[in-house]
């Protein structure tokens, strides 16, 4: 009897605590993240239909140092622009 | 007799820290060797090996704090969460010089060009599949800071979400070991 009663003592705390525990913070970080993901993916398979599409999806990733170039230093090229709206998807 | 056993203790200790240090020393050095390769690239190939093989090591050691999240046994949050946070910032780093080094894997008579001209499966499909999935790990680790920051200590009432956390601490994982194999393996063929 003590120790059912212990035990119930115990979970009332934890119950409380449960229930003001909202699970949308952890689902949102976790949805946004896949959404992230299918983005890179998405705008990969964009950047292979055509030129101007490939050309399209690099301009979004101009602001990072790199992006563009020649020569034998090269460049990051459209995975630029695939990383940017990738981290637009997440963020937003 | 306590005495023994306080000897004994010791020695353990003293020896598991002799080899998590030597280990981690000869491990660092297959990429830290790079930054003395003869080639113009060797600080972005150094950083770059030592990034992934630091955040490998991380998300290894990580991945047994995942399975106690798992199990649901008495887990230290607060030093998980600090772990966590190290290995994010590393993965950052690995994400970063990742692009750095890619600059000369596509430049003018870089590694790009060699493979597709001798092996081009290996840029094709291996070197496409690596580009993207190397960069999955720092964002899923993240997301594991953030739960873990969010809910604090009160995240031990919910046993879900502490799942949630080593899933995802263990998919980061899976992504780094297939991104540094990758990785690994196009050096091998062709090194900036």
New interface residues.
């Given amino acids: 009897m003590t120790e059912h009663q212990s035990t119930e003592e115990h979970s009332k705390p934890?119950a409380v605590?449960?229930a003001?525990?909202f699970?949308g913070?952890?689902i949102a970080?976790?949805l946004s993240?896949l959404l992230?993901?299918y983005t890179?993916?998405i705008t990969?398979h964009i950047s292979r239909l055509s030129k101007a599409m490939d050309k399209l999806i690099h301009s979004y990733g101009y602001w990072?140092p790199?992006s563009t170039?020649?020569?034998?230093?090269?460049?990051?090229?459209s995975?630029?622009g695939k990383?940017t709206l990738?981290l637009l998807a997440?963020g937003s | 007799m306590p005495t023994e056993q306080y000897l004994h203790g010791q020695l353990a200790k003293f020896l598991v820290r002799t080899q998590a240090i030597t280990a981690l020393f000869v491990l660092l050095s297959l990429a830290g060797l790079d930054f003395f390769f003869p080639t113009?690239y060797r600080l972005q190939a150094g950083l770059h090996g030592i990034s992934s093989i630091s955040a490998l090591v991380l998300g290894t050691y990580l991945t047994h704090r995942a399975y106690a999240l798992i199990r649901g046994v008495h887990i230290n949050f607060h030093s998980l969460r600090y772990w966590l946070v190290g290995a994010t910032a590393i993965n950052l780093l690995g994400a970063v010089s990742g692009?750095?080094i890619?600059?000369?894997?596509?430049?003018?008579?870089?590694p790009k060009d060699w493979i597709l001209a001798n092996v081009p499966a290996f840029h094709n499909y291996l070197m496409e599949f690596k580009?993207?999935i190397s960069?999955?790990p720092f964002?899923?680790m993240l997301?594991a800071v953030?739960?873990l920051f969010?809910?604090d200590d009160?995240?031990r009432?919910?046993r879900?979400?502490t799942q949630?956390v080593g899933i995802?601490i263990l998919l980061a994982w899976l992504f780094l070991l297939l991104g540094f194999v990758a990785g690994l393996v196009l050096a091998k063929l062709r090194f900036v």
Avoid: C, K
């Fill in positions: 934890d605590e449960q003001t525990l699970s913070p952890a970080a976790t993240l992230g993901f890179l993916m990969h990072i790199g170039g020649i020569g034998p230093d090269g460049s990051i090229g995975f630029s990383e990738a997440w | 113009n692009n750095w890619y600059m000369r894997y596509r430049g003018q008579d870089g580009e993207f960069l999955f964002p899923l997301v953030f739960i969010y809910y009160a995240i009432a919910r879900d979400l949630l995802l």
